[in-house]
Structures are given as structure tokens and as C-alpha cells.
Nanobody, 122 residues
Framework: QVQLVESGGGLVQAGDSLRLSCAAS????????MGWFRQAPGKEREFVAG????????YHADSVKGRITISRDGAKNTVSLQMNSLKPEDTAVYYC???????????????WGQGTQVTVSS
């Protein structure tokens, strides 16, 4: 069992930056690939970024490449999402997820946080 708690969301203007964090507790953090997903009102949950169990490999959706970066800290059991040059279309609830295998689909992730709201005004 893994518990995930996101933080760092908020209301910002277009072009601003935010850093989201996800704190993991429970079973071994290093056993899980981690992912960030987001869901805007009326839309399906979509993949944003993912990172392998070791942290050696990262994956970013085309829509966020160059602006958003995922990282993990094994010592602190956290995974972060650094978001720069934010756009109004980045507005969504952002979710942290943990799974035994990496995937760009939400299904394979067994554990999810409660989500944190990011709102980008134009």
C-alpha cells in the first residue's frame, strides 16, 4: 500500500511557474514508477510526465515538453513536477500516481493521490 499526497497547486498567470510535489508513504518508494496526470473539466485524464523506478528515465507528453519536468528524490520519497511558462490550457487537477510498471495510460497505476488544482489565467 502506498499513500500519495500532492501539494503546490494554485492560481497563477500565464507565463508563471509552479512546482508540484507528491509525498509518498508506505511501501518502498523505489519499487514504483511514478506518473503525473491531469484532468480538466469535461475531459479525460491525460498523461503529463512519468519517471522510472530508478529515476534514470523520464517521459513527457508532447504538449508539455520543454516546459514541464518530472524528477524524484529517493531520500525524501517525493516526486516533483516543475512547470514553467504555464499556459491557460494547463489548467486542470493534477494527480500523482504510482505503479509497478510505467505507462502513459492511467489504468496500470494502482495508487493515486487526491489531486491538486492548477489554474492558469490569461
Amino acid at each position: 500500500q502506498v499513500q500519495l499526497v500532492e501539494s503546490g497547486g494554485g492560481l497563477v498567470q500565464a507565463g508563471d511557474s509552479l512546482r508540484l510535489s507528491c509525498a509518498a508513504s508506505g511501501r518502498s518508494f523505489s519499487s514504483y514508477a511514478m506518473g503525473w496526470f491531469r484532468q480538466a473539466p469535461g475531459k479525460e485524464r491525460e498523461f503529463v510526465a512519468g519517471i522510472s523506478r530508478s529515476g534514470g528515465s523520464t517521459y513527457h507528453a508532447d504538449s508539455v515538453k520543454g516546459r514541464i519536468t518530472i524528477s524524484r528524490d529517493g531520500a525524501k520519497n517525493t516526486v516533483s513536477l516543475q512547470m514553467n511558462s504555464l499556459k491557460p490550457e494547463d489548467t486542470a487537477v493534477y494527480y500523482c500516481a504510482a505503479g509497478v510498471v510505467f505507462s502513459v495510460r492511467p489504468g496500470p497505476y494502482a495508487y493515486w493521490g487526491q489531486g491538486t488544482q492548477v489554474t492558469v489565467s490569461s
